[in-house]
T-cell receptor, first 115, second 111 residues
């Protein structure tokens, strides 16, 4: 596709349920990022994938959060036992250059609401 | 890890005035500093960036300056227009490759 695609665009879930968010990066982009943006807040770094290197998981807020990426394609962010404080927009971005400058192209985000 | 501080959190200017947003970073190894603009309800988009071997970069009404010694960089918008109203994020990238953002500045340009 032409841009970064995320699904679902909106997800409402009950507290305690698990959710899975998906990101399809731009074809050929080696780097993939996940950020969390609470309402009216900044972009909180979660995890960074670069090619086949070990991902940088330093931003994951707890062990309830995990992410995977298959090669240089799709990534999934999983949140287990969701809590109300997990409510936010989860943004995925991809870029061509790793470890160097390179524009991040963001998806539209997945808006998660935990009731 | 890298930490990026951004000020002010909100900024209101009259149309035609200039706006300045400042950021500091903690990791002296950081070498790339982009600025993103996020309009209400939309995704962030890159507006300008600067690398550590350059002190200043300009693109029409926007410019960015970098002071590596002091570890701070700034965004300057001249002749502001109502369509400049948005949230602006600075960011810094270190050798690890991840991009850390500041908390954002909400700019309001009053006509």
């Amino acid at each position: 596709g032409a841009g970064v695609s995320q699904s679902p665009s909106n997800k409402v879930t009950e507290k305690g349920k698990d959710v899975e968010l998906r990101c399809d990066p731009i074809s050929g982009h080696t780097a993939l990022y996940w950020y969390r943006q609470r309402l009216g807040q900044g972009l909180e770094f979660l995890i960074y994938f670069q090619g086949n290197s070990a991902p940088d998981k330093s931003g994951l807020p707890s062990d309830r959060f995990s992410a995977e990426r298959t090669g240089e394609s799709v990534s999934t962010l999983t949140i287990q036992r969701t809590q109300q404080k997990d409510s936010a927009v989860y943004l995925c971005a991809s870029s061509t250059l790793a470890g160097a400058s390179g524009e991040l192209f963001f998806g539209e985000g997945s808006r998660l609401t935990v009731l | 890890g890298e930490n990026v501080e951004q000020h002010p959190s909100t900024l209101s200017v009259q149309e035609g005035d200039s706006a300045v947003i400042k950021c500091t970073y903690s990791d002296s190894a950081s070498n790339y500093f982009p600025w993103y603009k996020q309009e209400l309800g939309k995704r962030p988009q890159l507006i300008i960036d600067i690398r550590s071997n350059v002190g200043e970069k300009k693109d029409q009404r926007i410019a960015v300056t970098l002071n590596k010694t002091a570890k701070h960089f700034s965004l300057h918008i001249t002749e502001t227009q109502p369509e400049d109203s948005a949230v602006y994020f600075c960011a810094a990238r270190g050798n690890q490759g991840n991009l850390i953002f500041g908390k954002g500045t909400k700019l309001s340009v009053k006509p």
